[in-house]
Structure formats: C-alpha cells, structure tokens
C-alpha cells in the first residue's frame, strides 16, 4: 500500500458558501477538516495535528482573525498558515504579515488558481522541514525517543526540569502512580546528560530474587555460590559511565539497602564472594509508587539512603490531574502503536475524545497503551465512543488487580476498591450493599476507607 501523501489542511470560514468553493477547489489534493469558529479551529489543532490551517481572516472581525494566528504560531507545531482576506487595508495586512503566516490572499478572482498551488508549496515546506527535524534527531540518538508529552503547565514543567536535571550528576528520586512513566523521564534525563553515550540500565528491584539480588546488583566470582560456575557482572559494573535506574526502589530489601547506600557514597562495591574492591561511575536514578517516608517509619526503608536518593524529587502527576494532556497521550500511543506495527492509521470520531477526558485512566499511560493495542486489534478502520467503552470493562480489571497486587493490599482493602468501583458505577448504596452482602453502615466504612 503507498503512503497518502495528501496534506492534512484544516479550513477556518465561517460562511458555506466559501466552505463549499475550498471544497471544489482542494478536495482531490487535501484532506480537508472544517471548522467555523477559532474556538472550534483550537479544539481541533489541540487534538490532530494538521500540516496547513486555511483561514478566513474576519472571524467574524479581524482582531479574532489576528488572536486566532498567534494562538497558533504560539502552538510551534510546524504547520503553515494561509490568511484569506475580504479586508483590503494595507496596514491591516502588514499586521498579519509581521505575524509570520506563510501567505496572505484577497477573497478575488484569483483565489481559485493561485491558492491550490501555495498549498501545494507550503506542504513541500513542511515536508521539507519535518524531514531536517528527523535527521536533527537521527543526529541526537535515542533522546528523540523518549519526548515528554502534553499540553499543559505540568507538561511544559517536566520538559524543562529533565533538561535542567540532565546535566547534574546527582541522585534523583521519581516519584508517582503506577504507569505515569516515571521510568520514560527517567531515560528522557539520561538521553539529554553527558552520559547519553554511555549504557542506561534499568533495574525493577521488585523482581529481583532475595537470594540472587546482590549478584544481579553487584555480580560475582566463580564460586562464590552452589552454581556459580562462571564470574558474572553485575547491573553497576555493565553502566560504567551510564546512568543506573533502580525502579521500584522501595521494594529493595534493607540489607541491600546498606551496600546500595555504599555504592553511592563511596562510589564502589565488591562483588559477591571477592574482596577486590570495584570503582564505578555511574549517576543513579530512583522511582517509586511508594510514600518512602511513610515506609521509614514503618522500619521497610533506611533513612539515610532516602537522603542520599533525594538529591532531586521529581512527582508525576496521573492524567487525571492534567486531563488537558489525555488527547495528546491518546494521538502520541496511536501514532506510536500504528508506526511501530505498520499498521494504517485509523478514523477516530470526535466523541472518543470528549470520553477520554471523562474517564479516570487509574493504570494512567499504560493502562491507556493497552486499550489503543486492543482498539486496533478489534477496530483497525474507524475507533468509536462505543469501542472504546467496551474495552475498557477489560481494562479496568487488570489494572485493578495490578493495582491490589503491586501495592500489596490487604483483603479489607481490595474490598473497599471493589465497592468504590460498584458504587461509581451504580451510584446506588443499597444495591452496592446487596451485591457485597454487608449492611450500609460496613459500605459506608469501605468507602471512607483510606487507600495509597
């Protein structure tokens, strides 16, 4: 199948009349979006991404016209403006000029032979430039891989305190829910530091081994247990220079807290069963879904390493506390997904992007990642509101399982998330009470009940 290289152009007119003649006149070289309000024109632009915006400039007056052009250029998205104009005034046209669209027209005679070919120039350009910024990234390596994604304060937050934090050398500590992608900013760091060269290792201390964890840490010598028959490196030794990710930082077992605490300090470890002392260079990482202060006080955390990782705390935040950034998420996976299974992008009606707003994404960017790979399984063609509920219900049962298993849960716990789910759904106290065989004086205690 070739790719459609047709531009993607949304129209901003508010008159059919003229919507109708863009039509004619750019429907077998474009794939023409209409909108007829800069509010509905922003709307859009914030949820696709479109190569060319055609716009009429009195909206329903010039000064909307003008506020609507420095919205968009102030989005930085690449996309080339043209302005149409019914009004004549010289200064007027200076004014739009000096704001850097790419062209300016009369609404004349003219419009219908000259405006299909400065789209067509325009779109060169934007191809042109996309294709320097690839080869710019290309150029900077896999930092291009791990962007910070989002519209938002908190998004544009993130971004400049990765570049800031890229180039200390100290611990930092990433803290925040399951699948924010606190693991994502933390490569995000790594591929912007000096160290990007250098390998970036990631360690999930909650799968590793109690019996094997030192020698996965910190390796070991031939011998140095029954079935060591070879000397192994160890995650430290196999960073040297990089940047180490201890994921998952609070499930780490405390004796290895201490020699953790050395390697930091003292910028060296022995390997299992040798006394030759090993140097390394490498700057540390940490995440966590856990409170680590309130782990201190039940006696699961060392102090004194909490100190030492805290060098930088940096808390991301779960999309539902920035629903703003839930279709940026949702047009990144999609996009990402397609790309990397060669997959056609699908249709998505406009009302999956109203839902995605409402909804609470509890397993956050990965609960959303799985729902896209489900969606293109079972809708590769067009995604719909509907779809997208249906798969949710799987959705919501993974990740409250997830949710119970990581967090390690008690049952009393577990029963109060379950209730809390019925009564969301339901918002019937009664028929909660009956489907969990409790009175409403047990209901009310599970849904007051605090939960991490």
Not at 49 to 66: A, H, K, W, Y
Not at 181 to 198: C, D, M, Q
Not at 379 to 401: G, W, Y
Request: hydrophobic content about 40%; aromatic content about 8%; some cysteine.
């Amino acid at each position: 199948m070739t790719k459609d290289k047709r531009p993607q152009v949304v129209v901003v007119e508010d008159q059919i009349n003229w919507r109708r003649l863009y039509k004619l006149w750019l429907k077998n070289s474009c794939h023409l979006t209409f909108c007829s309000t800069p509010f509905e024109a922003l709307d859009r632009l914030h949820q696709f991404r479109f190569d060319i915006v055609i716009m009429d400039l009195g909206l329903p007056t010039p000064d909307e016209g003008i506020r609507l052009i420095r919205k968009i250029a102030s989005m930085g998205d690449g996309s080339k403006t043209i302005v149409v104009s019914a009004f004549t005034e010289r200064s007027l046209h200076l004014e739009v000029q000096k704001l850097g669209v790419y062209a300016l027209f009369n609404k004349d005679e003219r419009l219908e032979s000259e405006l299909p070919i400065i789209v067509r120039k325009a779109y060169e350009m934007v191809v042109l430039e996309q294709e320097n910024v690839f080869l710019r990234q290309q150029f900077r390596g896999k930092e291009a891989d791990y962007q910070i994604v989002g519209v938002s304060d908190f998004a544009r937050q993130l971004r400049q305190k990765a570049q800031s934090l890229s180039q200390a050398d100290t611990p930092v500590l990433i803290t925040g829910p399951t699948g924010v992608g606190k693991n994502h900013f933390a490569k995000r760091i790594h591929y912007l530091s000096p160290r990007r060269e250098k390998p970036f290792v990631a360690i999930n201390c909650a799968n590793l081994s109690p019996h094997l964890v030192e020698s996965e840490l910190f390796g070991h010598v031939r011998g140095a247990f029954t079935g060591a028959e070879t000397s192994k490196q160890g995650k430290f030794e196999l960073a040297e220079g990089g940047t180490v990710l201890l994921d998952e930082i609070g499930e780490l077992p405390l004796p290895m807290q201490a020699k953790l605490l050395q390697v930091i300090e003292e910028k060296s470890f022995f390997p299992l069963g040798s006394d030759v002392e090993k140097k390394v260079d490498v700057r540390i990482l940490a995440s966590t879904n856990r409170d680590l202060r309130e782990e201190i006080q039940k006696g699961n955390f060392r102090e004194d390493l909490y100190y030492r990782l805290t060098g930088f705390t940096i808390h991301i935040l779960p999309l539902s506390s920035r629903p703003e950034d839930i279709p940026v998420f949702f047009n990144h996976l999609l996009n990402r997904i397609c790309e990397d299974e060669s997959l056609p992008l699908p249709e998505v009606s406009p009302e999956v992007y109203q839902l995605i707003q409402k909804l609470p994404w509890p397993g956050n960017i990965r609960e959303m990642k799985n729902v896209i790979t489900r969606l293109l399984l079972f809708h590769p063609r067009k995604i719909t509101a509907q779809d997208l509920l249906e798969n949710l219900s799987s959705s919501v049962s993974e990740n409250f399982m997830e949710t119970a298993v990581q967090k390690r849960y008690s049952l009393k716990k577990v029963a109060a998330l379950y209730a809390r789910e019925l009564y969301r759904q339901l918002n019937n106290k009664s028929a909660v009470a009956r489907i969990l065989e409790v009175d409403i004086k047990t209901l009310n205690r599970y849904l007051k009940m605090k939960i991490d």
